[in-house]
């Protein structure tokens, strides 16, 4: 409508080459450029029907114009509605990019990064993050979702970087293996280049699966591991040891700020109901009254730490002054067998343990020493396993509830994401 509009006027004065415009085409432009306004307003105010003279491409782009305007009105909504985030000073608001925000622990800690008062950009592929996760933010002026795989090089302006994406349960990244070396290597070199270009600081979130099967108890972060590297799980281990080496590469080349979390298994809230994890299979068999089941003899031991401790650790690490890797996880070990015998317990179940045959290359035992991460940054779990238990069972409940009471979990084979409801 504006490039007729401009055309209409070209129209009237462009025919006249003297200096001085007569009376008469003055008042032209003038009545022109009224009804040009009047035009507009109409057209803000509702669809124009067709008009003769425009092309069928010029009538459909109104008509999509129109359609974008109301979808845009029709998502805003009420500032209210949202949770009460603080108001930060320009000069420390800062613009936060969260890769894979719409997981697990990427939306929770979006959610703190959000009420911090900063402005948060979420980049997911949802391959295993889910919309639902973030939704609660959808319309809010600080929060914006792209969906865009790391793999590919992005180009924005932030000042710090939270590299969480990669599916981390293993029928998840065993499912596309190829997919999950990529997202740990390429996407953590685009995130580089990313950080070097803003001058930001990044962090990436590495895993205690660097150390592998480990040969010493507990693990510290100068131990090397016992990875198996052409193993079933060398895709995602050795994918996370390349990510740190990526890093520190472009620490010493680059003068790139760098911050690595190495996280240990974590549970709570927003946890993929069909990740295949032990919490989730556990707690959603208890609740259905269906055997627990254990891969193995139930001897192999876990440290488990709760959702919101992460966070801590994580925006803690960030925050400091240590660029080495830090460990984040809460040493409070259980076996296997211990841990569905107290997710049991937790909800009045009477599901039977049943026993199958052990995953391959899965770690005899797993306990993060954490004096680093006290001593570096302040940080400790404050959240006991049992307490949490209790706050991520209730989740669970309600994700039986929202899907008829029935979901499927998930053996420890190659499989692709999805949200199996049914028995």
Known sequence: ILKLQFLYLIGIVAPRSKTR???SDRNRLIIGGVFAAIALTLFIKSAPAPR?????????????LQELKSEIRSRTVDSSVFQAVAKLPANEKKRILVTGGAGFVGSNLVDRLMVAGHHVIVMDNFFTGRMENIAHWVGHPNFVVLEHDVIEPVALVVDQIYHLASPASPPHYMYDPVQTIQTNTQGTKNLLDLAKRNQARILFTSTSEVYGDPKVNPQKETYWGNVN??????CYD????LGETFMYSYEKMHDVEVRVVRIFNTFGPRMHPNDGRVVSNFIIQALQGLPLKIYGNGQQTRSFQFVDDLVDGIMAVMAGDCSTPINVGNPDEYTVKEFATLIKELTKSASEIQHLEASKDDPAQRKPDIEKAMKEVGWSPKVSVREGLLRTIVYFREQ???NGGKLVTIGQEPKKPGYLKGA
């Open 21 to 23: 415009m007569e009376s």
């Open 52 to 64: 003769p003279g425009l092309t069928k491409d010029e009538e459909r782009m109104i008509v999509e």
């Open 229 to 234: 590297p052409i193993g079933p799980r060398a």
């Open 238 to 241: 050795e994918a996370k040891r």
């Open 400 to 402: 039986l509830e929202k």
